[in-house]
Structure formats: C-alpha cells, structure tokens
C-alpha cells in the first residue's frame, strides 16, 4: 500500500505513546512498587502541575469529566427542581449530569459560526425562567464559549457559571483568560481521544475559590468530612495514580501538541480556501465549494483545535462520508441529535415539569439543529502529516465536486 493510501485514522493514540513508552512504564511501575494507587503523591503531583497549566489556584483531579460537573454542580449546591441553563448541541454527559442531581436542562441554541452557547439567546430563555440556578457553557471541540453579556447578567442575577470545558484543556478566551477563571469551576475530562487523555477514564475540576476546592476534594470522596465522618452524599471519584502519571508525564508535551493541532487546522483552512471553499458561518449560496471551514477565531492561538468540523450541506454529508470511509479516512459526526433530541432527555424540552417556564425558554433550536444535520470532524491529531491534511482536503474536495 502506497502512502497516499494509507488509512488516515482520527487519532492515533499508539503513535502518541510509542517515544513516551519507556518514561510511562518506569513511571507506572514505581506506583506498581509504592502500592499507593489510590490518590496519594503521585495524583498531588499532578494536581499541581494541572493547576499550573491552566492558571488556577487549585485543581482536584477525579475519575471522569462527567464526575467533575457532577462534583461542581453539587458543591453550589444544585439540586431538585433548580433549572440550569446548557447549549443543546454538546455531548450528553453536559445535561445527564444535571438531571442525575434532579435539576431541569434549560436547553439553548448555538451560534452558527461558534457552534458555542448563544450567549443572548441563553439570556432570553433565562429571563423566562424561574428558579434558575446556574449555567454549563461548553467550551466545544476547543473553542471558548464566549460569554459576553451573559456574564453580567449572570452575576447581576447569583447565577452560578460552570464551565464544561471537557474539550478545552489549555484554551483561552478572547481576552486571554483561562478556562477556570470566570465562573466558579472549570470541568476538564482525560478521556483518551482528549488532547490530554489518560490510559482510561480520568477528569478534573479547576476552581479559583478554596472553598469549592476543599468541598469538590470531599464529594469525590464519598462526602468523607472527617475520617469515618459523612456529611452529605459525594461519589467514589478518586483519581488512580497510574492514570496521574500517565497525565503527569503527558502534560509536559501537551503546549507541544496543541501547536501541533493549530498548525494542522490553520493548514486545512488555507487548502480548503483555495478550493474555494469559505468560512462558517456564511450560507450555502451556490457559490465556490459548498463547505464551511470552522469561523476563524479571533485569535487562532486560544483555540486549542479538539476537532477540526466542517459544515456541508445536509443532502450532500451521507455521500461525503462514504467517499472518505471508501478512501480509507475516517471522520465522525458530533452530535447526530441534539440533546433535547435525545430519548433519554425527552420531557426535558420543553421544560414542563412545573410548566412555569415562559414561551422563550422553548423556543425552537433552530442552529443547534442544523449543525446536528451539517457538520463533520475531519482527522486531527498531533502526529498527523501535513501530506494526511492535503489528501483529506483533496478528497473531500473532490467529493463535493462531483
Ligand atoms: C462536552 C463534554 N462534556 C462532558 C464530557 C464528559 O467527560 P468524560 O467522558 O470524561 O466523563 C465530555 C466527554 O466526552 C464532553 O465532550
């Protein structure tokens, strides 16, 4: 098989671990030989190291991104009946998280180009919401959700932001602030295929505030208070210190990785440029490539490229699919359906479990829903070849020409 045949996968996490392989191993049979797998030094360690990435005072390193929320979300103290507003389009964890603590998914739209959280539109179902709580932004495939007026208004009202930035370690809004800072927690997730991910499941919370801090480091305790004392109900979400030294010893390789990932998706802009293809979110008009590179952002150097998504039109995706699966490139669609689509969430949108809610927060989703039906995620991964990129671009290129 030629190398322009070969298969272009996703993400190839064995070419990531294979010059790590000798350092992750030492380091996995030290904890072999401590016996201290549960926290302990090794999950301190890394705390601080993770702290210190992502300009926070304190990180707690738990087992999961889902687990963070639900540790984050339970520290403010959101419970049964609280409404808490969430973008639509992001991954199910973002809203099953709410409803495992009881509280209501107040779902709202996407910008276009972001594919983020509309912040006006957040604002709008918000003020037709009673006995709102707090609001889970997502930080999707890299990107700052930015908050604008949304901020204030939150602050104006005591609602609680927590950021979902499972897909976001290391990026940074508009104005340079790290993920973290702005609302009360930031939740990260190490799922393997994240761009820092674990041999597993692993996730953490960052917060500026001592006292989330100290609650968050007991609810993933069990809610242990005191030793053999429990104050209230926590999780068993304790960190195992081989996955800490394996996201201890990745981190150090992490800025390296996403300047990798940046130079990747500046390099799919530009080829998909010159074939005429433009920028999210302009309409499909007839006009050049029908494809929708991602919205440029205005500084590239925040964005830490999770995935690299394009838009096509809705007809045309099943067959641009199948032409990239027949070349041997692989591409995933995230979300297929919108999380009030999904069946387990259903009865969630509209919200009607007091039916207190005033017409603006069901408003239909109409942009969550058109990028359920549009958008793709090309290959993108540190590793990758800038040659990989161009065939993609090509056959995609191709694809839609035809
Ligand atoms: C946006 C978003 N939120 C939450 C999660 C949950 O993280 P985890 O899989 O680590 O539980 C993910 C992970 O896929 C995610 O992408």
Redesign the pocket.
Known sequence: MSAADAKIPMIDLAAQHAPLEEELLEGLAAVLASGRFVLGEVVERFEAQLAALCEARFAVACN????A?WIALRALGVGPGDRVLCPAY??F??ASTLVRLGAVPVFCDILPGSLNLDPEDAIRRGEATPGLRAVVP?D?FGRACELGPLEAWCRARGVAIVD?A??AIGTRDRHGGALGARGRAA?L???PT?NLGALG???ALLTDDEGMAATARRLRSHGEAEPGVFREIGLNSRMDALQAVALGLKLRHLEDWTRARRRLALHYDALFAERGARPSPLPFDGEGLPLRTPEPCPEPGRHTYHRYVIRVPAERRASLIGRLEAEGIACEIYYRLGLHQQPALAGYFPATSTGSEGAAARAPLVETERATRETLALPLFPEMRLEQVERVVGVVARALRD
């Open positions: 999961s991104g889902t687990d929320l992001s991954f964890a973002t997502v999707l979902d499972a897909q939740c997730s190490f799922y994240k499941d692993a996730g």
